[in-house]
């Protein structure tokens, strides 16, 4: 198939998987139905219905939900030339990245190698970390990231044993794994003609603004890092918070500084927000709310299928949430703000500890 | 020959201190393809074999890591099969662990070398590059009152954020060489309070301090010798560490080669894990075994376990027989043939194995292509001559050397002269539309075998509607020998005949009557599909069989390429004249050579295969004893 053919049928697809999108009111009348509902309509019975405990059925529904994204994004990837295909599988690797975000933490905390195991998310082929059963034999995290460095995953390996070998903070390590895999994707980005940009520049840029933020904040005022070292861990954005603003904004001494600092129109959007938990919360409607646009708008195939992939992540972590809660038996409103701060759960310094 | 080697499906229930045992007896006997299926007896959940093959992966890993460092001898062949109890394999593990310790230690004692060397490669292209810039240097070499320095090398892709971060501790950066991956920097600013915040920073972007010696000001012969020094210095520093590990693990190795054979000796469990399900202390395996050697396992298992043991056998069933592994042909001189099979795809159990009939029809085709006594001994020469490196597969070049042999002795031809011999038959380009006409009758008689052949192998399956009406079938078979005929009798003159017009449409019509009770859409995408897939047939049919006149074609293309060799050469001087018999005959066996064989595998492939073999069997993988790479390459 030439480009056009590519091009048309790949629209055609994003457009028909688009209308399994949620609508806006969709999760308030999924929070109202049960478990066993939610899993029949989603094809989690399986995953429910098992005899393990909770802790791992909950892990049985993440894992069939990410299968389900995965799947969509094999099915996307197929009319894609090499460029594209690069992008929207390396933004896929981030589920590559938190097992070995596991598996760095079980080495360092000498957890048991089942435990280990049980955390870590089955992938298919093309999204897995080349030689993960030898990077699970590996007896500590220096020999794992040594293994990693021979191979496609050096551009981060590296730098994160070199990082590790300097500091022996489970942070910093984590910190520069998610760098490296934000600096691929911009790197990916950097490939691609002016006639795929502008909706990529809009799309790359939403993510990493919002991200840019959440860390700013987090890293500053939560573990009150200083401002070289914060501005160090974070990946300046093509779009609003570039470079120089990001200097300008690390250098403030106080969270509602950083807002008022902020440009437009994040200025507007997190105006009076007071915690981080609002400030996730409204950023991930912001991210929703450009990606939708990049789907409704967007002129190039690969951007929309990357908008469609994060809103479906967004959509089906939100389910994850939702069902992790009735299997928790968390009160309504818990599970409320979990959905709402959900986006992807294993994504980018947000996932909890193994 | 043809017939697969006949297969049972057995079920074998031990008690679980006997897994051990039985999986070393299957895999001594090298009969057993395990199934893993889960079972259809209900309770039986449970994985008896998990903690082993843990176990027996840590293990392997770490066995494999130290051999990095301290190469082990090769494996014996056959080691004495004895069982491998939990208790030695966890024992043999820790003893592994400890002795990968001690191996890392080394292993990093390595890197360490390697970093000061590759430090001191640094120092001297930095010192090259510091030799040109007519600055007092010791000026960088440490922390002043008011100022501090440093010069170091950072990960190329950190020095724009490290620029900016050191930039909001008020110091600046110069980078100043770019090698490989990383970049010289130097780094300076005001002394005071922003240190430690600046050493953090520093240390997350992966910043080593470079040292400025003190020479480097004023001596740089003296630096460079020094340097150059330094870098013997760590090779000698390398050497030793080897003697060093080389004496430490000499008394290690044979500890190390029993542990390696501990690990062979308990894979045949590891290998089993995903058939084997228990409950309580039953443990239950399943698996493929040849018919023959059911028996034979039976028996070796009374001799080698103590517990009591069931083992149950029955043939399998229809719907199963897609997960029957096929076993692929023992014949030597077929082997080479298996594996351009292989290529194609494995029988599935119950097909005819095609290797024979592929490797008859195969050579009868490239000698008849090919026909040439000396270029055929020249193939069948150089195979022989490097049969070392091509393996196994140097015979398919001696077999098809000796077809293009025999057929050049049928066509008189000896290197394109068809003068020096005579011909037992006749050179093929005195008749042509003879060598057509016989080419043409080939590919009936080839599309014919392979309709037949299509047909027997889903009447096998009982797949009685495909048998019958499938693409191929036995009423294809007939539209087709009915075409042949009817296309017969026109070229003796006469009329297509009304027999075979009779069986044309008797068995078109059936063929359209069968797919329109097959499809499912309105009439009028009906008549179109149907009259469409009828075109299909009778274009198909004819336009296949031929494609079997290229074989005369490139028989008789054979013959006239060696003619216009020989005209060329007949142009030139006496040196030319032999040069160009050489040059053109090395021509025709590399190129025409090369074409033929291609052609051939298409008409195999494309004109046969494709009719009769769905290729998506599993091969015959029992699980055996011995060393990694022999178990591979087994078929």
Not at chain 2, 145 to 172: C, K, S, T
Request: hydrophobic letters at 45%; proline letters at 5%.
């Amino acid at each position: 198939m030439k480009f056009a053919a590519h091009q048309a049928y790949l629209h055609t697809r994003v457009s028909g998987m688009a209308t399994r999108l949620f609508r806006p009111d969709t999760l308030a009348l999924l929070a109202e139905r049960r478990a066993e509902e939610l899993a029949a309509e989603y094809d989690l019975t399986a995953a429910l219905e098992s005899q393990l405990p909770v802790k791992a059925r909950s892990r049985a529904v993440e894992q069939a939900l990410i299968n389900t994204l995965l799947a969509e994004l094999r099915i996307l990837i197929r009319p894609m030339a090499a460029p594209e295909r690069t992008l929207i599988l390396d933004w896929g690797r981030h589920y590559a990245l938190a097992n070995l975000k596991t598996l760095i933490r079980g080495k360092l905390h000498d957890l048991d190698r089942k435990v280990i195991a049980d955390n870590l998310y089955e992938l298919p082929h093309n999204l897995r970390l080349p030689m993960q059963d030898s990077l699970f034999q590996a007896e500590n995290v220096l020999e794992l990231l040594r293994q990693l460095e021979g191979g496609p995953y050096s551009f981060i390996a590296r730098q994160a044993r070199v990082v590790f070998e300097r500091k022996q903070e489970p942070f910093a390590l984590e910190a520069a794994i998610d760098q490296r895999y934000l600096t691929g994707l911009v790197r990916d980005m950097a490939l691609f003609s002016d006639r795929h940009c502008p909706c990529l520049r809009r799309l790359i840029g939403a993510l990493l603004d919002r991200l840019a933020i959440l860390w700013l904040l987090r890293f500053r005022f939560s573990y009150q890092l200083s401002s070289s070292e914060t501005f160090f861990q974070l990946v300046p954005s093509m779009r609003r918070l570039h470079r120089e603003r990001l200097l300008a904004l690390v250098n403030l001494d106080s969270f509602a500084a950083v807002l008022a600092a902020l440009p437009p129109p994040f200025t507007g959007l997190l105006a009076a927000s007071h915690d981080l938990m609002d400030v996730q919360r409204r950023l991930n409607a912001f991210l929703r709310g450009e990606a939708l646009d990049v789907i409704h708008v967007g002129q190039t195939g690969v951007a929309r299928a990357l908008a469609y992939l994060i809103l479906r992540e967004q959509d089906l972590m939100a389910l994850f949430s939702l069902i992790q809660g009735r299997l928790l038996e968390l009160p309504a409103e818990v599970i409320k703000v979990a959905i709402e701060t959900s986006s992807a759960r294993c994504h980018l310094g947000e996932r909890q500890a193994a | 020959m043809l017939r697969p080697t006949p297969m049972k499906h057995v079920r074998l229930l031990v008690i679980d201190e006997d897994l051990p045992r039985a999986s070393l007896t299957l895999a001594e006997l090298a009969s057993f393809h395990a199934d893993d299926r889960p079972p259809e007896e209900e309770g039986f959940a449970g994985q008896p074999s998990v903690a082993y093959r843990d176990i027996w992966r840590q293990a392997s890993s770490r066995l494999e890591k130290i051999t990095r460092l301290i190469p082990l001898p090769p494996e014996e062949r056959n080691p004495s099969p004895r069982v491998i109890p939990e208790e030695e394999l966890t024992a043999t593990n820790n003893w592994l662990g400890s002795l990968w310790e001690t191996c890392s230690r080394y292993e990093e004692e390595f890197r360490a070398i390697d970093d000061e060397d590759r430090l001191i490669r640094e120092q001297q292209s930095a010192l090259s590059n510091f030799e040109g810039l007519g600055i007092d240097l010791g000026m960088l070499r440490s922390k002043t009152r008011f100022l501090d320095f440093y010069v170091g090398l950072v990960p190329y892709a950190n020095v724009r954020q490290l620029e900016g971060a050191v930039g909001l501790a008020d110091h600046l950066l110069f980078q100043y060489m770019v090698t490989g991956d990383d970049a010289h920097v130097v780094i300076v600013g005001p002394s005071g309070a922003q240190g430690a915040q600046l050493e953090s920073v520093l240390r997350s972007a992966g910043f080593r301090h470079l040292p400025i010696p003190p020479e480097l000001d004023h001596e740089p012969q003296v630096m460079r010798a020094e340097l150059a020094r330094r870098r013997e210095g760590a090779a000698a520093q390398r050497e030793a560490l080897r003697q060093r590990l080389r004496d430490w693990s000499a008394d290690l190795i044979g500890q190390l080669a029993s542990s390696r054979e501990v690990l062979r000796l308990a894979e045949p469990l590891v290998q089993l894990d995903s058939a084997i399900r228990g409950v309580g202390p039953l443990a239950r395996l399943a698996g493929w075994v040849p018919a023959a050697a059911v028996s034979a396992l039976e028996a070796r298992l009374r001799q080698t376990l103590s517990l009591p043991f069931d083992l149950s056998s029955r043939d399998p069933r229809p719907e199963e027989r897609p997960l029957v592994p096929t076993i692929s042909t023992r014949n030597r001189l077929l082997a080479p043939f298996a594996l351009l099979v292989q290529q194609y795809g494995i029988p599935r159990y119950g097909e005819i194995d095609p290797t024979p009939l592929f490797a008859a029809s195969f050579l009868l085709m490239f000698g008849t292509m090919f026909g040439d006594v000396g270029q055929g001994a020249v193939i069948a020469g150089l195979a022989w001559y490097f049969r070392a490196r091509l393996g196994r597969f140097y015979l398919f070049g001696v077999l098809a050397g000796f077809s293009s042999i025999t057929f050049g002795f049928l066509f008189g031809s000896v290197f394109g002269f068809e003068h020096w011999l005579p011909a037992l038959w006749m050179p093929p380009l005195h008749d042509p539309l003879l060598m057509l006409s016989l080419a043409l009758g080939w590919g009936v008689f080839f599309i014919t075998m392979a309709c037949i052949l299509a047909t027997y192998n889903r009447l096998v399956i009982g797949n009685w509607a495909g048998a019958f009406f499938g693409q191929h079938g036995l009423v294809n078979l007939i539209f087709y020998l009915a075409l042949a005929w009817g296309g017969f009798n026109l070229s003796q003159g006469e009329a297509f005949g009304q027999g075979p017009l009779l069986l044309v449409v008797l068995s078109l019509g059936v063929l359209a009557w069968h797919g329109w009770g097959h499809l499912e859409a309105p009439v009028g995408e009906k008549v179109l599909v149907v009259f469409i897939e009828t075109l299909e047939t009778i274009v198909g049919y004819i336009s296949n069989t031929l494609s079997f006149l290229r074989v005369a074609a490139f028989s008789l293309n054979h013959a006239a390429l060696a003619l216009a060799i020989f005209t060329l050469a007949e142009m030139m001087g006496p040196l030319g004249h032999g040069l160009t018999l050489i040059l053109g005959n090395v021509f025709m066996i590399v190129l025409e050579g090369g074409i033929v064989m291609i052609q051939v595998l298409r008409l195999e492939f494309y004109e046969g295969f494709a009719r009769y073999f769905a290729g998506d069997g599993h091969a015959f993988n029992p699980l055996r004893l011995g060393p990694a790479h022999e178990r591979e390459s087994l078929p």
